[in-house]
């Protein structure tokens, strides 16, 4: 760290900045400002940067994270949705000039013209994700099949437990199904609500997902895949036999695809790997070829 740089990951640090720019934490935006350095290294660890590195941060806030990153030589462009906030990133990280900061909502800008990547360069992900926008987020970057090496970001622990789950387990859902559908994730720590300010009510979790070059599944129809996850963890307590028919099928065309899938009729989805859904997906697909 250098040393004319105040750490801002620091209670006093944190409020000083805060009260200098008469900041509050904004509610509607699901702000909580990090002021725990050892999450902050948790963190930048987590995504094994390295000067050759670009780096997208999700809400950079008044840059706690942003400078962990860009001290590992790393170029960091950060996008935050909090019109107030590029000035105040202006002055605390001023002593950074692989820093570039981006007024805009993640979810409506172009991310490769934003960063201006290369031909064939990827990029990491980091980010302290809002809680309450958490999964938009994360399936956006993912569904739209970015060049995107590794996603770092710290969540709600129960969605940190959801995006981590196995088959046969009460976390495991939709959300699981996708995430791992286009990743390797792995729970990283946990970070209690003292980490922050103000304190949340919840504990926090760091997940590290690993983009998968190919799929962790390999459905013919990947749209007709994800209409039946979506169904299938519609209402969790029913068996696929029952809960398919929101994808608008009828119970003996979903009687033919499990069986043709082997799987039992009082199945859950819960009880389903990724390969499991692929297959259903592919017998569902093979039913309909047929008509």
């Given at each position: ?6 750490v801002?990951?620091d ?8 009260n ?18 050892s ?8 995504a094994?940067?390295?000067a ?18 860009a001290?590992?030589g790393?170029?960091v462009v ?16 001023r002593?950074?000039d692989?820093v570039?900061v981006?007024?805009?909502?993640i979810?409506?800008?172009d991310?490769?013209?934003t960063?201006k990547?290369?031909n ?9 994700l809002?809680?309450?926008?958490t999964?938009?987020?994360?399936m ?13 970001t ?8 959801r995006?981590t789950?196995?088959?046969g ?5 939709a959300?699981?199904v996708?995430?791992?559908?286009f990743t390797?994730p ?24 690993v983009?998968r070059?190919t ?7 990947e749209?007709?895949f994800?209409r ?6 519609g ?7 029952n809960?398919?028919?929101a ?15 082997e ?23 093979a039913?309909?070829?047929q008509?």
């Amino acid at each position: 760290m250098n040393a004319t740089i105040p750490v801002i990951a620091d209670p006093a640090v944190t409020r000083r900045i805060l009260n200098a720019f008469g900041l509050r934490a904004r509610k509607r935006l699901g702000q909580n400002f990090l002021v725990d350095a050892s999450v902050v290294r948790g963190i930048v660890d987590a995504a094994e940067l390295t000067a050759g590195d670009t780096v997208l941060e999700i809400g950079p806030g008044i840059g706690t994270l942003t400078q962990g990153l860009a001290e590992t030589g790393a170029r960091v462009v950060a996008v935050e949705v909090d019109r107030k906030l590029p000035a105040v990133l202006a002055q605390t990280l001023r002593g950074y000039d692989n820093v570039t900061v981006v007024p805009g909502d993640i979810l409506k800008i172009d991310i490769p013209e934003t960063l201006k990547l290369e031909n064939g360069e990827r990029f990491k992900v980091v980010a302290n994700l809002p809680y309450y926008i958490t999964t938009p987020i994360i399936m956006t970057l993912l569904e739209q099949r970015l060049p995107i090496e590794r996603l770092v970001t710290m969540v709600q622990k129960e969605v940190a437990m959801r995006m981590t789950a196995r088959p046969g387990t009460k976390d495991y859902g939709a959300l699981s199904v996708a995430v791992q559908y286009f990743t390797a994730p792995r729970m990283v720590t946990d970070v209690p609500p003292r980490a922050f300010r103000p304190a949340p009510e919840v504990t926090s979790a760091v997940v590290s997902c690993v983009v998968r070059e190919t799929p962790g599944a390999l459905p013919a129809d990947e749209k007709l895949f994800f209409r039946l996850i979506r169904a299938a963890f519609g209402q969790r307590r029913k068996t696929l036999l029952n809960a398919l028919t929101a994808a608008g099928l009828t119970k003996d065309a979903i009687r033919a695809a499990l069986a043709a899938a082997e799987i039992g009729e009082n199945a859950r989805g819960e009880q389903l790997s990724l390969e499991a859904f692929a297959r259903l997906s592919d017998a569902v697909g093979a039913l309909h070829a047929q008509t």
